[in-house]
C-alpha cells in the first residue's frame, strides 16, 4: 500500500467497469476519493483509487462485497 500525504491506496483495477463500481459504492457511502489514471502505449489503462487514511477502515468496508464479486468473474 502507497500513502500519499494523508491518502491511503485502497484499489488498483485494470477494468473501467470495476473502476466505475468501486466509485460508486464510495459515493453511497459518503467517502471522498482520488482517481489516478494511467494509459498505456497499447491503449490499456490503470486506475488507482486513493481515500483519506482516516476513512481507509470505511472505505474498506464499502467496498468489501465488490471485492468477493470482482474475484468470482476474474
Do not use: H, P, W
Not at 497499447?42 to 474498506?60: H, I, Q, S
Amino acid at each position: 500500500m502507497i500513502t500519499v500525504f494523508n491518502r491511503a491506496e485502497l484499489a488498483v483495477t485494470y477494468s473501467e467497469r470495476q473502476r466505475d463500481k468501486l466509485l460508486a459504492a464510495l459515493v453511497r457511502a459518503g467517502i471522498g476519493c482520488k482517481l489516478r489514471q494511467r494509459r498505456g502505449a497499447n491503449g490499456e489503462a490503470e486506475f488507482t483509487l486513493y481515500v483519506n487514511r482516516a476513512d481507509l477502515d470505511a472505505a474498506r468496508a464499502a467496498v468489501a462485497d465488490l471485492s468477493a464479486l470482482f474475484a468470482k468473474y476474474l
